[in-house]
């Protein structure tokens, strides 16, 4: 296994979120649902080139197949959730892992990547901040207490907000920024209106969602109007108060959804809400 740091030429394989193997250089043999994490990743690629000036990096695993895991982290500074200074947070992490998601045939673990990847950011910013902080666990692996204690984290509760530390000296703790939510419907007669945020910092939460969200919508004509908003410009997110990587409202109602929404799942919310109508 090696691993490597984001640049111009990782940068797609990091954005795949550890399917890059199975996806880059098969371009032409995809599944639907493969061609669908590349489109996402596309965008994700984007952000993260905006964000790489401003100090986001990452570090990616790689096998003889391809890249199958990541770590990847920024100046607290450039967070909408957190505020706090002379630190970085840990946005994601993967590394193969058991169960499966989003696809059954996702590759077997590798013992030992998850650390090597850690082990990568920390030699990488340890002469840069005061500390690393990271959630207490990531979508599938919520409990990953045990394995950032293996590098002296620590767990931490500031003002409500529960994370891990890992301190090079002292450091003020983080804490939550508080979003007051200012989102509006806006009903527009005979219609059901969608109204979509979503971010490009995780692929699957964010572009995936649209994607899917869009399309169900377009197999409803003009019954469905949909307002597509990006909150990655800090400005946006104000504006609208949304506390979440991703939401969307029918007719008002939030939905939130946990990684890509099934196209059923919003056909049903969209049939719920014609109905209403
Ligand atoms: C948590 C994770 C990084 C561990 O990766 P890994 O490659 O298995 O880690 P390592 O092999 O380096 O593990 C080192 C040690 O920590 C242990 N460990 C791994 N995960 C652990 C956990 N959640 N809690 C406690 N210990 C853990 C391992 O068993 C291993 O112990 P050992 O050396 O005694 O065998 C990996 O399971 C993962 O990426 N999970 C998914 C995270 C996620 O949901 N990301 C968001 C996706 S959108």
New binding site residues.
């Given amino acids: 296994m090696e691993i490597k740091p984001l640049d111009k030429d990782t940068i797609i394989a990091e954005a795949c ?1 550890g399917s890059g193997y199975r996806i880059l250089g098969r371009e032409s043999e995809l599944t639907e649902q493969e061609r669908t994490i590349l489109r996402a990743a596309k965008i994700k690629a984007e952000w993260l080139k905006k964000m790489m000036p401003k100090g986001l990096s990452a570090q990616i695993a790689y096998e003889d197949e391809g890249a199958v ?1 990541f770590i990847e982290y920024m100046p607290i500074e450039l967070s909408n959730f957190y505020e706090g200074k002379d630190l970085y947070i840990v946005n ?6 058991t169960p499966p998601f989003p696809d059954p045939s996702q590759r077997k ?9 850690v082990q990568a950011m920390i030699e990488d910013v340890k002469g840069k901040c005061k500390g690393i902080v990271t959630p207490l ?5 919520e ?5 950032f204690a ?1 590098f002296a984290f620590e767990e931490f509760e500031n003002e409500g907000l529960k994370m891990l530390i890992r301190r090079f000296g002292p450091v003020q703790l983080p804490s939550a920024v508080c979003l007051e939510e200012k989102y509006k419907y806006e009903p527009v007669q005979g219609k059901v209106v969608v109204d979509v945020f979503w971010s490009s910092i ?1 692929p ?1 939460v964010g572009p995936w969602t649209i994607f899917n969200i869009r399309e169900v919508c377009e197999e409803f004509g003009d019954k469905v109007i949909v307002n597509d908003i990006c909150i990655d410009d800090p400005e946006v997110l104000l504006k609208y108060g949304i506390s979440l990587w991703s939401k969307a409202f029918f007719n008002g109602k939030p939905a939130e959804f946990w990684g890509p929404p099934e196209k059923e799942e919003i056909r049903d919310k969209l049939e719920e809400a014609l109905e209403v109508r």
């Avoid at 994601?92 to 892992?97: G, I, L, N, R, Y």
């Avoid at 409990?143 to 394995?147: E, G, I, L, N, S």
Wanted: proline share 7%.
């Fill in positions: 979120c895991g994601c992490m993967v590394a193969p892992h673990r590798i013992p030992g990547c998850g650390s090597a990847l666990g990531f979508a599938y692996t409990d990953m207490v045990a394995f293996r995780c699957i």
